[in-house]
Protein backbone atom coordinates (compact mmCIF):
# COMPACT_ATOMS: atom_id res chain seq x y z
CA UNK A 1 0.00 0.00 0.00
CA UNK A 2 1.70 3.28 -1.03
CA UNK A 3 1.90 5.95 1.70
CA UNK A 4 2.89 9.37 1.15
CA UNK A 5 3.34 11.59 4.61
CA UNK A 6 4.72 15.34 4.55
CA UNK A 7 5.81 17.24 7.38
CA UNK A 8 7.57 20.41 8.36
CA UNK A 9 4.95 22.31 7.60
CA UNK A 10 4.32 25.91 9.57
CA UNK A 11 4.24 29.56 10.31
CA UNK A 12 6.81 31.61 8.75
CA UNK A 13 7.48 35.26 8.14
CA UNK A 14 8.40 36.23 5.05
CA UNK A 15 11.92 36.34 3.92
CA UNK A 16 12.31 32.66 6.39
CA UNK A 17 12.64 29.17 5.61
CA UNK A 18 11.44 26.06 5.84
CA UNK A 19 12.37 22.25 4.47
CA UNK A 20 9.58 19.82 4.32
CA UNK A 21 10.21 15.80 3.97
CA UNK A 22 8.16 13.67 2.78
CA UNK A 23 8.25 9.73 3.73
CA UNK A 24 7.45 7.19 1.29
CA UNK A 25 6.65 3.80 1.91
CA UNK A 26 4.65 0.52 -0.11
CA UNK A 27 6.80 1.21 -3.36
CA UNK A 28 10.27 1.42 -4.36
CA UNK A 29 11.48 4.41 -3.99
CA UNK A 30 14.34 4.91 -5.75
CA UNK A 31 12.95 3.68 -9.21
CA UNK A 32 10.27 6.25 -9.49
CA UNK A 33 10.48 10.15 -9.50
CA UNK A 34 8.96 12.53 -6.69
CA UNK A 35 7.18 15.46 -7.27
CA UNK A 36 5.84 18.20 -4.91
CA UNK A 37 2.82 20.35 -5.72
CA UNK A 38 0.61 23.24 -3.48
CA UNK A 39 -2.63 24.40 -3.22
CA UNK A 40 -3.09 28.39 -1.92
CA UNK A 41 -6.18 28.96 -0.44
CA UNK A 42 -9.29 29.36 -2.99
CA UNK A 43 -6.68 28.26 -5.64
CA UNK A 44 -6.38 25.23 -8.20
CA UNK A 45 -3.25 22.90 -7.60
CA UNK A 46 -0.17 23.88 -8.52
CA UNK A 47 2.98 21.43 -9.64
CA UNK A 48 5.87 23.32 -7.82
CA UNK A 49 9.09 21.20 -8.58
CA UNK A 50 10.10 17.83 -9.35
CA UNK A 51 13.54 14.89 -8.75
CA UNK A 52 14.01 11.95 -11.38
CA UNK A 53 14.78 8.65 -9.56
CA UNK A 54 18.34 8.95 -9.10
CA UNK A 55 18.13 12.72 -7.87
CA UNK A 56 20.62 13.85 -10.70
CA UNK A 57 17.61 15.74 -12.51
CA UNK A 58 15.35 18.96 -11.10
CA UNK A 59 12.87 20.92 -12.01
CA UNK A 60 11.03 23.87 -10.80
CA UNK A 61 8.21 26.38 -11.96
CA UNK A 62 9.22 29.52 -12.77
CA UNK A 63 8.08 31.31 -9.43
CA UNK A 64 10.19 29.31 -6.85
CA UNK A 65 13.38 28.75 -8.84
CA UNK A 66 16.61 30.02 -7.15
CA UNK A 67 14.56 29.75 -3.72
CA UNK A 68 12.95 26.26 -3.66
CA UNK A 69 15.30 22.66 -3.60
CA UNK A 70 14.38 19.61 -4.25
CA UNK A 71 16.19 16.58 -2.88
CA UNK A 72 15.77 13.03 -2.43
CA UNK A 73 17.47 10.03 -0.16
CA UNK A 74 16.59 7.12 -1.29
CA UNK A 75 18.08 4.99 1.59
CA UNK A 76 15.68 6.94 3.99
CA UNK A 77 13.20 6.93 1.21
CA UNK A 78 12.30 10.29 1.60
CA UNK A 79 11.95 13.39 -0.66
CA UNK A 80 12.44 17.14 0.51
CA UNK A 81 11.54 20.44 -0.41
CA UNK A 82 14.16 23.75 0.66
CA UNK A 83 12.39 26.26 0.75
CA UNK A 84 14.05 29.75 1.05
CA UNK A 85 12.91 33.66 0.60
CA UNK A 86 9.45 32.49 1.41
CA UNK A 87 7.55 34.97 0.13
CA UNK A 88 3.16 35.62 1.23
CA UNK A 89 2.33 34.19 -1.81
CA UNK A 90 3.93 30.98 -0.62
CA UNK A 91 1.21 30.12 1.59
CA UNK A 92 -0.54 26.69 0.91
CA UNK A 93 -0.98 23.32 1.42
CA UNK A 94 2.11 21.28 0.10
CA UNK A 95 1.74 17.72 -1.46
CA UNK A 96 4.19 15.30 -2.64
CA UNK A 97 2.86 12.70 -5.16
CA UNK A 98 4.47 9.98 -6.98
CA UNK A 99 2.52 7.87 -9.57
CA UNK A 100 -0.79 9.35 -9.29
CA UNK A 101 -0.62 9.01 -5.72
CA UNK A 102 -0.62 11.63 -3.55
CA UNK A 103 -0.17 12.46 0.46
CA UNK A 104 -2.42 14.42 2.80
CA UNK A 105 -0.45 17.27 2.61
CA UNK A 106 1.37 20.04 4.98
CA UNK A 107 0.02 23.58 5.37
CA UNK A 108 2.99 26.39 5.02
CA UNK A 109 2.03 29.73 6.44
CA UNK A 110 3.86 33.17 5.10
CA UNK A 111 3.18 35.92 7.32
CA UNK A 112 4.47 38.26 9.58
Known amino acids: QVQLVESGGGLVQPGGSLRLSCAAS????????MSWARQAPGEGLEWVSE????????YYTDSVKGRFTISRDNAKNTVYLQMNSLKPEDTAVYYC?????WGKGTLVTVSS
Open 51 to 58: IDSTGGRT
Open 26 to 33: GFTFSSFS
Open 97 to 101: SSMGY
